[in-house]
């Protein structure tokens, strides 16, 4: 039986789990059945290491899991080098995970965000969970437990054909879990443009019991001065109209204070930075994809970044609901601004979960 374990000391600690793993050399990760294809270097010698191609419009299962189990690993690899109007592969390619013969996915997300790497491209994220290495190395640690199968795809959602999709799923099968052990699930939500004074939703409709276990955020400030003075709330177990865990500012939520700021030159620069729990990774204000010689660089200023709740998980028992508000300050105090605003929701729950609302078109995840 799987128990739970965590840190270094526990390494020593055996667990007598099945361990198993999913690629391109061992599709259905058989036992002893690994690495069986023949290259030209022949038999066994690195003959199937990748799915060879996505068409548009196709969705390819990358794991199917028999029995009970955990997953402990993912990494996944894939180009975003494909013609310059077709250039948002991250987000054009949406991932989906499944548990215990679902229908309706647990998880649901554009894979660039799912691995903290919004707005159409990959950059460097070192947190513990979920960690993006050079080029386009996309790794996630979250363990994600099941009791009779497991099924992970991905939907090919642009125009042109996605060449060599990379991929592992390690895995170990126990024979039975603790009753404790709750389902991950993941969800984007957007906010092209936030409404004056209305908070932007990251989660809601989830019924049950469960944890609450991080945000990414990827921001595109729309207006001038500072972006960073929204509240995340929590609402839990039967909250109305004020949440039970309000935080102090958005910067504050991400583990940084007074604007990320430091002092260059007399002006304030925001500084970014990448820990196990909490980060701020990326910031942007240029477009790196300009085709054409008539065109600038400039688009708005764009910020990623991510909180995860895994040493202080935010827990329920029936319901939760996770806001964030558009607030801003400048010269004449705070005020309400709108901006756009996109987000991933990681937590675990009992299932059955709610159904998620409508992914938007690719079109309609792009960034600006």
């Known amino acids: 039986m799987f128990e739970w374990t965590g840190g270094i000391a526990s390494a020593a600690l055996l667990s007598h789990g099945r361990s198993r793993a999913i690629n391109g050399e061992n599709p259905m990760g058989e036992k002893g059945g690994g690495g069986m294809a023949a290259s030209a270097l022949g038999e066994g010698r690195k003959g199937s290491p990748c799915i060879p191609s996505i068409a548009p419009g196709e969705i390819k299962e990358l794991a199917r899991i028999d029995g009970t189990g955990v997953i402990r690993h993912i990494w996944m690899t894939v180009t975003d080098k494909l013609s310059e109007k077709n250039r948002f592969v991250f987000r054009d390619l949406v991932l989906r995970m499944y548990w215990d013969g679902e229908e309706m996915p647990s998880v649901e997300c554009p894979l660039g965000d799912f691995f903290c790497c919004g707005f159409g491209r990959s950059y460097p994220v070192y947190s513990m969970p979920v960690a993006v290495l050079p080029r386009n190395g996309f790794n996630c640690y979250f363990s994600m437990p099941f009791r009779t199968g497991a099924r992970i795809t ?20 126990y024979d039975e879990l603790p009753e404790a052990a709750a389902y991950f699930h993941a969800q984007w939500r957007r906010s092209k443009i936030t409404e004056l004074g209305q908070d932007h939703v990251i989660l809601d409709g989830v019924r049950g019991s469960g944890q609450y276990v991080g945000t990414f955020l990827a921001l595109s400030a729309l207006e001038r001065y500072w972006w960073g003075e929204g509240e995340i709330k929590f609402y839990l177990d039967g909250d109305d109209k004020y949440p039970t865990i309000c935080g102090t500012g958005t910067e504050d939520y991400f583990g940084g204070a007074w604007s990320f700021a430091a002092l260059g030159g007399g002006k304030m620069v925001e500084q970014t ?96």
């Open 154 to 173: 991905i939907e090919n959602q642009n125009e042109e054909t996605i060449p060599s999709f990379f991929f592992q799923v390690d895995y170990c099968l």
């Open 273 to 368: 930075y990448s820990t196990p729990f909490l980060g701020y990774p990326f910031y942007s204000r240029h477009d790196e994809g300009v085709h054409n010689d008539y065109h600038n660089d400039d688009c708005p200023p764009m910020r990623g970044l991510y909180r995860f709740h895994l040493p202080d998980p935010i827990c329920f028992e029936s319901d939760l609901k996770v806001t964030l508000q558009q607030i801003g300050s400048c010269h004449s105090g705070i005020f309400e601004r709108q901006d756009d605003v996109a987000t991933v929701a990681y937590w675990y729950q009992t299932e059955p979960h709610a159904s998620f609302p409508q992914l938007p078109d690719r079109q309609g995840r792009w960034p600006r």
